[in-house]
């Protein structure tokens, strides 16, 4: 029990720290020339405008509480105003897409283009470099490696493409494999485009392509284990893992880093949200 007057003693806070794993290789777009994105952009642009694909949004307007009186005014104004509205709606496009079929056979936004390469559905892919942070579309460089698309980051294609296709911001553009109006514009482009690299996707290419069994060979080996009995079965499937087998004797393991995060080191605490107004 503590007297009166005494002060009494407040243990320390232990401070949380928080520990992640990290990734030891560090991806970056490579750069794309002036002269390479100029002629990507205008390819896209030309490309955009012949097809006339565009989504037609409708203005919103603000509502504001009425009187009474205004209510009638504007009820009786829309009454004998009804036959001009139904005119002028056939002149009006729908809002949305002009063509939803064209619109099928392109995958915009990260979200979109994501799911498309999880899905193999892509020809090509294009990335804005005003995306920020850059740790959005950094995640596209290795799903693009592993499906074999060619994808880079051009600078300007938001600026360029966006209003062309009546949108606000276009961060990532991709082409899928059944775009038919796109096919002339993907293989001018593509080209263009340098090489990702991504270590562990180059080892594995290079040994598959030395470890891949010609045609006659697979025959070959079809029918020697259909003529063998269950027994010599196994024993041939084991071979025939083990020689299929990777050689990882050349591929060089980096160390993988831990991260240790303290959150709010500077312990820095928030006003609370009366008081907020009053600070600024």
Known sequence: VNQQGTAT???AKKITVKTCLDNPFVFQ??????EDMHFILQTLEERIKHIGLK????PRKKKRSLTKKQMERKCDARSNELPKESETEGHQQKPGWTDISIRRQLAIGINEVTKALEKNELLLLLVCKSAKPAMITSHLIQLSASRATPAGQVPRLSETVAPLLGLTSILALGFKKQSDKFMEAIEAIIPKIPALEVPWFQYRTEELVACAPTDSSENQESEQLAESPGDELTSQKRKRTESSRLDLSHVTLQPLK?????PNPNKIKKPPRKKRKAFS
Request: aromatic share 6%.
């Open 258 to 262: 831990i991260k240790k995060l303290v």
């Open 29 to 34: 777009w490579k750069t794309i020339g002036a």
């Open 9 to 11: 003693l407040r243990k």
């Open 55 to 58: 989504k037609i949004e409708t």
